[in-house]
């Protein structure tokens, strides 16, 4: 895999990301985050808000670095290829989706990230919370599983009411009570926040400037998925380099060749598709079918190479021995928390060939 499809800053931007990972993650640092009480290192999440990671994306204004989507969509691709836990990910979704939202009602969560803080986007894919007017402002209904929810500093709740949609930001403090920890497939934590009864003031958002804000931050998970793809690729072809049976590396066998090559397939599809919905997510761009199309190959190829990456490691990849269990599990984990695939192929549909949004076809 090469970043010949970077620009010289996005180009630099991964290979520092990309050694930074290298100098401490591996299968035994991994495990033992994933043991330990909180998930993940307050000492390396300190390390990437200095580089500016979690606000590389955010305006100027509130103290972030001013870059693009394309940009954060870097560091989060790092972050999947290291299979790196941590409200890294999320803060970034969280952050992207308030700043592409912008007006300035925001700045004051924005700015707290760019200092250093975390956040959790509560947006479920399948709707499962909804916001019904009630006096002067709003009453939720329904309950979500949000990664990292319990662990973040500000909650951004971005909902579908009747007609438009709300948004609003709380202090992750004021829903403790409402948080339940959960198991998660994967290393990345989850809870499920109940949010019956809850009532807030939010602005009014309109349905298109929601859609919208959702695709670009849910771009950033395709761009770890994407991440997750390249490693486990060129995991696999130095495994089958390495590997020897009956006196020669086991990717001389064609049956090998042909699993790498499915594999190298899979992960091409899901960068060229999230590559061209980076460039294309500019702000006001309002055109959100190219992402949805992006998160749903990330999603497919990520778990379609893990599966041959299993074949190719004849299993091993699957135990806790091996960094590639990580793969495995987050594959599947992430793919699930973009919601039912019908739903996501639906919403294509009404996107490509009802709205015809966009140049995709």
């Known amino acids: 895999m090469t970043d010949t499809d970077l620009t010289d800053e996005e180009a630099l931007l991964a290979k520092t990301a990309r050694a930074y990972f290298a100098d401490f993650v591996d299968n035994t640092y991994l495990n033992a985050q994933q043991?330990?009480?909180?998930?993940?290192?307050?000492?390396?999440w300190a390390q990437m808000c200095e580089l500016g990671w979690t606000a590389v994306n955010l305006p100027e204004r509130v103290g972030g670095a001013g870059g693009t989507l394309a940009e954060a969509g870097v560091v989060a691709r790092e972050y999947g290829r290291a299979a790196f836990a941590s409200p890294l990910l999320?803060?970034?979704?969280?952050?992207?989706a308030l700043a592409t939202l912008g007006g300035g009602a925001f700045d004051g969560t924005l700015a707290r990230i760019a200092g250093g803080g975390s956040a959790a986007l509560v947006a479920p894919p399948d709707r499962?919370?909804?916001?019904?007017?009630?006096?002067?402002?709003?009453?939720?209904?329904?309950?979500?599983?949000?990664?990292?929810?319990?662990?973040?500093?500000?909650?951004?709740?971005?909902?579908?009411?009747?007609?438009?949609?709300?948004?609003?930001?709380?202090?992750a403090a004021d829903l403790r009570d409402r948080i339940t920890a959960v198991p998660s497939v994967d290393n990345e934590r989850i809870g499920r926040l109940g949010l019956d009864g809850l009532r807030l003031v939010a602005s009014p958002i309109a349905p298109e400037a929601a859609r919208y804000a959702l695709a670009r931050a849910n771009l950033l998970r395709a761009s770890a998925m994407v991440g997750g793809c390249e490693a486990v690729?060129?995991?696999?072809?130095?495994?089958?380099?390495?590997?020897?049976?009956f006196g020669q590396a086991i990717g001389a066998f064609q049956a090998v060749r042909h699993h790498?090559?499915?594999?190298?397939?899979?992960a091409d599809a899901a960068r060229l598709a999230c590559n061209e919905a980076l460039t294309r997510a500019v702000p006001d761009a309002d055109e959100s079918a190219i992402a949805a199309v992006a998160v749903f190959a990330a999603g497919r190829s990520y778990v379609q190479i893990v599966l041959t990456a299993a074949q190719v490691h004849g299993g091993v990849g699957t135990t806790v021995e091996h960094i590639l269990h990580h793969h495995y599990l987050r594959a599947k984990a992430m793919q699930l928390r973009g919601g039912r695939?019908?739903?996501?192929?639906?919403?294509i549909h009404q996107a490509l060939v009802v709205r015809r949004e966009g140049r995709l076809w």
Do not use: F
């Open 35 to 44: 043991a330990s009480p909180l998930g993940y290192e307050p000492r390396r």
């Open 90 to 96: 999320q803060t970034l979704r969280a952050g992207t």
């Open 128 to 171: 499962t919370v909804r916001a019904e007017q009630a006096g002067g402002g709003y009453r939720l209904t329904g309950s979500a599983v949000v990664e990292w929810v319990e662990q973040c500093d500000d909650v951004v709740l971005l909902l579908p009411a009747a007609g438009h949609w709300v948004c609003a930001t709380l202090p």
């Open 233 to 245: 690729v060129e995991q696999s072809a130095r495994y089958a380099k390495e590997r020897v049976q």
């Open 260 to 266: 790498l090559a499915r594999m190298v397939i899979a």
């Open 341 to 347: 695939r019908a739903s996501r192929l639906r919403e």
